[in-house]
């Protein structure tokens, strides 16, 4: 069984995080057998002329493979094929609250590309027929795990007399989903009660060097108003650090049963703030996240395990 992954989000020399999960994610399934060839669309480099030549290019390569597996919206919408189809879905247009001119276009894309699909991965839990599976990103549990602090915070050069609150942001902090602004207000509150409290910005970091953040931190601060499934929230749980986060994507779901970690409804800066001191008044506990990833079965594995499932379903009924 052959397989074919299209992108448009991976690393390059110049961004080695970009579309790093999707990476990840394709080589956890190559560590099961999976025999997979990777086609990236360079849209963000070579400019929108890509998605022209990668369009005729296609024609003629899907129809060798047995499968093929489209990253994201835009991906499913650009392949024509009459092998099976899998896409998988950040977050459905409409749904991140988003509202402009071209929101209406990016519906129909992502419609259409639903409907060509034979199944759909959906990141962020809101299952809405049954051609659709929820099934977010993994987490690498061999590179995020917990380390202890000291270690962590001298490696990265910080003050182990302070309590860092964490914000990721893989774009940079003027990604506006992100509201870096909001952050910076439950920040600057947390200042004004415990004066050891610092921000902790990570943005395109190296890969290896993540985990030593998650660990160096005190808590991790998520003030999105839109996720899809976030990959931060997990790489948190498996370094067992405590999680404050809007209530975004499948959050409510990575969340839920985890210790020192809370979801909060409605995004003013007085609700993180509460519950961040909350977890800085219990002493800076750990929560019990990595246990949960188990659990729930979102290590990279056990993700993988659960593609390679999909692939042999689809396979033995085609």
Not at 48 to 75: A, G, P, Q, T, W
Not at 151 to 158: D, E, I, P, T
Not at 170 to 182: A, F, H, P, Q
Request: hydrophobic share 35%; aromatic share 12%; glycine share 4%.
């Amino acid at each position: 069984m052959r397989v074919l992954h299209i992108t448009n989000a991976y690393p390059v020399d110049s961004r080695p995080t970009y579309g790093i999960f999707i990476k990840e994610q394709i080589d956890s399934l190559k560590k099961l057998g999976v025999d997979i060839d990777v086609y990236f669309v360079n849209v963000r480099q070579k400019g929108k002329k890509e998605f022209i030549k990668s369009f005729f290019d296609l024609i003629k390569r899907v129809n060798s493979y047995d499968i093929v597996h489209c990253h994201h919206s835009y991906m499913g919408f650009l392949v024509f094929t009459k092998k099976p189809l899998v896409t998988s879905f950040l977050c459905p247009p409409g749904r991140e609250g988003k509202t402009n001119r071209f929101l209406n276009i990016k519906k129909w894309i992502y419609r259409f590309a639903a409907y060509k699909a034979t199944t759909c991965i959906i990141k962020d839990g809101k299952i809405t027929n049954k051609k659709e599976i929820y099934l977010p990103n993994g987490v690498n549990m061999d590179l995020f795990y917990p380390m202890e602090r000291r270690f962590a915070v001298n490696k990265l050069s910080l003050d182990e007399s302070k309590s860092y609150v964490l914000f990721c942001s893989g774009g940079g902090v003027d990604r506006y989903e992100k509201r870096y602004g909001l952050y910076k207000q439950v920040v600057a509150k947390l200042k004004e009660r415990f004066a050891n409290v610092e921000e902790l910005v990570v943005t395109n970091v190296d890969r290896a060097d993540m985990p030593l953040y998650f660990n160096a931190a005190s808590v991790m601060l998520l003030t999105s108003f839109y996720e899809g499934s976030p990959n931060a929230v997990k790489e948190a749980m498996a370094c067992n650090l405590p999680v404050v986060s809007s209530n975004v994507g499948d959050v409510h779901y990575l969340l839920e049963n985890v210790s020192h970690s809370y979801i909060v409804k409605e995004s003013c800066p007085e609700k993180y703030f509460k519950y961040i001191c909350k977890i800085f008044e219990s002493n800076l506990v750990s929560s019990n996240g990595r246990q949960k990833i188990y659990e729930k079965r979102i290590d990279s594995e056990s993700i993988a395990m659960r593609i390679q499932q999909i692939y042999c379903n689809i396979h033995a009924n085609n």
